[in-house]
C-alpha cells in the first residue's frame, strides 16, 4: 500500500516539526508539499530524512511558492511539465512504485475575477489551460496522480457558501468550468469526492481571519487528489481524508493535509 497525502504547508521551515508529527500520525509514504518558501539548499532535509521520508525532490524559490515531493521509498524522475508562464517553482514530479505523481502549487488568482482588469486572474487560467493541454495528449491508462493546492472548489458543497462564493475567486463559475476542462481531459477521479459524495460538506482550508475556524465553519475544498484511469482501479476504498484536526495545532497552516491509499 501506498499513502500519498497533498498538503499546503504555508512555509516548511516554519512547520517542519508538524510535519514530523503528521508523518507520524497517519503513516505518510509519499507527501506533496506546497508553498514550501524556501530554496532548495534552504530545505530541512535532515528533518525529513529523521522522519522517515529521504527520498526528496524540490522545487524551491526564494520566499514565495515552492513545493516538494518527499517520499519513504525511492523515487525517479518524472516528466517535468513546464505549465507556469512566470516562471515560479509551481509543479514538482516523481516517479514512485510506478506511479508517477505530479504536485502542483496552481496560482490563487487575486481577488477579481477577470482576466482583462486582473493578471493574476488570467495567470491563474493560462496554467490550467496549458496544463489542460498536456493531459489531453497523455496516455490515460499511464498510472497518475494529480496532487495539490489547485485553488479551486469545484461543487456547491466544497464551499461554505455557494451562493456567496459563485462571485470570489477560487469559485466563480469560469473557474469551475476551467477546472472541469483539465479533469474531463484526462479522465480523471477526483478521490476524495468520489469517495464522500455529495451532499457531504467538504473543506481543507480556513481563512486565518478566524479566530475559531469550526466555529466561523467558511471553509473552501481547495486542496485535491486525482488519479488518471488506468490507477484508479488502484485506489483503496473508504482510504480518502481530510485531516481537518491538524488546523487545530498551534500555529497550523491554514490547509489541512488529504490523504489517499493506492494498492500498488
Known amino acids: 500500500m501506498l499513502r500519498i497525502a497533498t498538503w499546503n504547508i504555508n512555509s516548511v521551515r516554519l512547520r517542519v516539526d508538524q510535519v514530523a508529527r503528521f508523518v507520524a500520525e497517519s503513516g505518510t509514504d509519499v507527501l506533496c508539499l506546497q508553498e514550501i518558501k524556501c530554496l532548495e539548499d534552504q530545505f530541512p532535509r535532515a528533518a525529513f530524512e529523521a522522519m522517515g521520508l529521504p527520498h526528496l525532490k524540490i522545487g524551491g524559490q526564494k520566499g514565495w511558492h515552492g513545493v516538494a515531493i518527499a517520499s519513504r521509498k525511492p523515487i525517479g524522475e518524472a516528466p517535468r511539465l ?60 499511464r498510472p497518475l496522480v494529480l496532487a495539490g493546492d489547485f485553488n479551486i472548489a469545484p461543487g456547491e458543497n466544497d464551499v461554505w457558501n455557494h451562493r456567496y462564493m459563485s462571485k ?94 493506492l494498492d500498488v
Open 82 to 141: 513546464d505549465v507556469c508562464r512566470e516562471g515560479h517553482a509551481r509543479c514538482v514530479a516523481v516517479m514512485v512504485e510506478g506511479v508517477e505523481i505530479q504536485n502542483f502549487y496552481i496560482p490563487a488568482g487575486g481577488d477579481t475575477p477577470d482576466r482583462k482588469l486582473n493578471p493574476k486572474f488570467d495567470h491563474k487560467l493560462d496554467f490550467y489551460e496549458r496544463l489542460t493541454a498536456e493531459m489531453a495528449v497523455r496516455d490515460r491508462q
Open 168 to 261: 470570489i475567486v477560487s469559485h466563480t463559475p469560469l473557474e469551475v468550468e476551467t477546472l472541469r476542462r483539465l479533469q474531463a481531459a484526462g479522465g480523471f477521479a477526483d478521490v476524495v469526492r468520489d469517495q464522500i459524495p455529495e451532499p457531504t460538506k467538504l473543506a481543507s482550508w480556513w481563512s486565518y481571519r478566524a479566530a475559531d475556524f469550526r466555529k466561523s465553519n467558511r471553509g473552501l475544498r481547495l486542496d485535491h487528489l486525482w488519479t488518471s484511469p488506468g490507477l484508479t482501479p488502484a485506489v483503496v476504498p473508504a482510504s480518502a481524508r481530510i485531516h481537518d484536526t491538524v488546523r487545530e495545532w498551534t500555529q497550523p497552516s491554514d490547509h489541512a493535509p488529504v490523504t489517499m491509499d
